[in-house]
């Protein structure tokens, strides 16, 4: 069974940075769909960036790309989520996610597709 644990997130001025983690446990393929998505009470879940790491493609939502970078290191079962220039507008609960049938990874797939996701950790940016 595929468990996520986030932490990093925390209460930052516009401007600032912060940098999210995810310790993946119970998902050994080599070939892995992974990703984070963001929702805030009383709206639509929203995809942040997602990673295939079979050869390291990523996608990233049109409202974070520039400013957002996805990483992973295998050898720590961590994902990562780098966010710069943060704006108010990127406060919200993220979760990271995972689908070991990489189904959001594949043509046509959605943000929706993902099997498992952690309980979050909050981001709030002040403006």
């Avoid at 998902?27 to 295939?52: D, L, M, N």
């Avoid at 050898?75 to 990562?80: E, G, I, M």
């Amino acid at each position: 069974q595929v468990q996520l644990v986030e932490s990093g997130g925390g209460s930052v001025e516009a401007g600032g940075s912060l940098r999210l983690s995810c310790v993946i446990s119970g998902y050994t393929a080599s070939r892995k769909c992974i990703g984070w998505f963001r929702q805030v009470p009383g709206k639509e879940r929203e995809g942040v960036a997602r990673i295939f790491t079979g050869g390291d493609r990523t996608h990233y939502a049109d409202s974070v790309k520039g400013r957002f970078t996805i990483s992973q290191d295998s050898a720590k079962n961590t994902l990562y989520l780098q966010m710069n220039s943060l704006k108010p507008e990127d406060t919200a609960m993220y979760h990271c996610a995972a689908d070991p049938k990489l189904r959001p990874c594949l043509y046509g797939g959605s943000w929706y597709d993902f099997a498992a996701w952690g309980q979050g950790t909050q981001v709030s940016v002040s403006s």
